[in-house]
Each structure stands twice: as structure tokens, then as C-alpha cells.
């Protein structure tokens, strides 16, 4: 009866663990982002892709460089987008990193391929 009581202690304290440290995460990740300029206005679809084809728009639409990683870190593709469409038809099925820089800001986001 006693290995009970502990095990809904312990299952309790682990989850309220867990609550805290993603709240802080959370919390600090907003500060950060906030502090740093990023691009205004990025908007990248669709998310997940599975026509070959994303297109990426800003609100100051300028000459983008965009370089796309895998989970690995490998630069798979990089290119200066003039317009908002990007042929991405030679990537795999998979989870990349898609760097983005316009001016002098810069932004990363996930994009998954279909």
C-alpha cells in the first residue's frame, strides 16, 4: 500500500516538473524572439509540401537567400528567391531546417515534405 502513495507522489512531482521547466522554456524563448528583429511578416505554405512547390512571402518582399538543411546539418539546397515560389521537387520525403535571410534579417523554420 505504502509503494502506491510513492509511486502517485513521484508520478506527481515528475509532471509538475515538467509543467515548470516547458513553462520556462516557453517564457524565455518569447523574450529572446522578441529582442531579436527576425523578418516581418514571414509566412511559408504549405507546411507540410507535397506538390514540389512552397512559396515563401514577406511584408517588405525583397531578394530572399534561402538555404534549406537536413536533420543533420547538411546544406541540401541554397538559392536567391526574387519571387515567392520555390521548387523544392528534389528533396526527399523528410523533416528539413529552411533558413531564410532577407536584408539583414534572417529567420528558421521546420519544413516537412510530404
Known sequence: MMKNYIYILLLFFGLGMGVTTGYAQTNSTKT???????IVDLSIYPNPVSNGKIYITTK???TKIVEIYDVLG???LSESLFGKELNISKLTVGIYILKIKEGNNSATRKLVVR
Open 60 to 62: 517588405e518582399n525583397l
Open 32 to 38: 529572446i524572439m522578441s529582442a531579436s528583429e527576425g
Open 74 to 76: 547538411k546544406k541540401i
